[in-house]
Nanobody, 115 residues
Framework: QLQLVESGGGLVQPGGSLRLSCAAS????????TNWYRQAPGKERELVAT????????DYPPSVKGRFTVSRDNAKNTVYLQMNSLKPEDTAVYYC????????WGQGTQVTVSS
């Protein structure tokens, strides 16, 4: 059974940090590029990080580059998103994604940046 389970979201003050995790099961995790997306209320889902199968290649949009870092541990079937210098505009539900090539999504984890 395919599963992507996100965790680590929560409420954080502006300037703070959070580390999200996405645990994968039911497929050969190390064979797939993995993505993190986010969706804020009333907005389209936005790609915020991509990491290649072996973790050697990563990519970020300008909105998070230099603040977010994606990594993976294929031995643990887990991908991480370290988010630093968080801003209120980072508030969203964050989703883990794999393209099989159809899109498969986790259930999401809420990140709220507010004072």
């Amino acid at each position: 059974q395919l599963q992507l389970v996100e965790s680590g979201g929560g409420l954080v003050q502006p300037g703070g940090s959070l580390r999200l995790s996405c645990a994968a099961s039911g497929f050969t995790f190390s064979s797939y590029t993995t993505n993190w997306y986010r969706q804020a209320p009333g907005k389209e889902r936005e790609l915020v990080a991509t990491i290649a199968r072996t973790g050697g290649i990563t990519d970020y949009p300008p909105s998070v580059k230099g603040r977010f870092t994606v990594s993976r541990d294929n031995a643990k079937n887990t991908v991480y998103l370290q988010m630093n210098s968080l801003k209120p505009e980072d508030t969203a539900v964050y989703y883990c994604n794999v393209k099989f090539p159809w899109d498969y999504w986790g259930q999401g984890t809420q990140v709220t940046v507010s004072s």
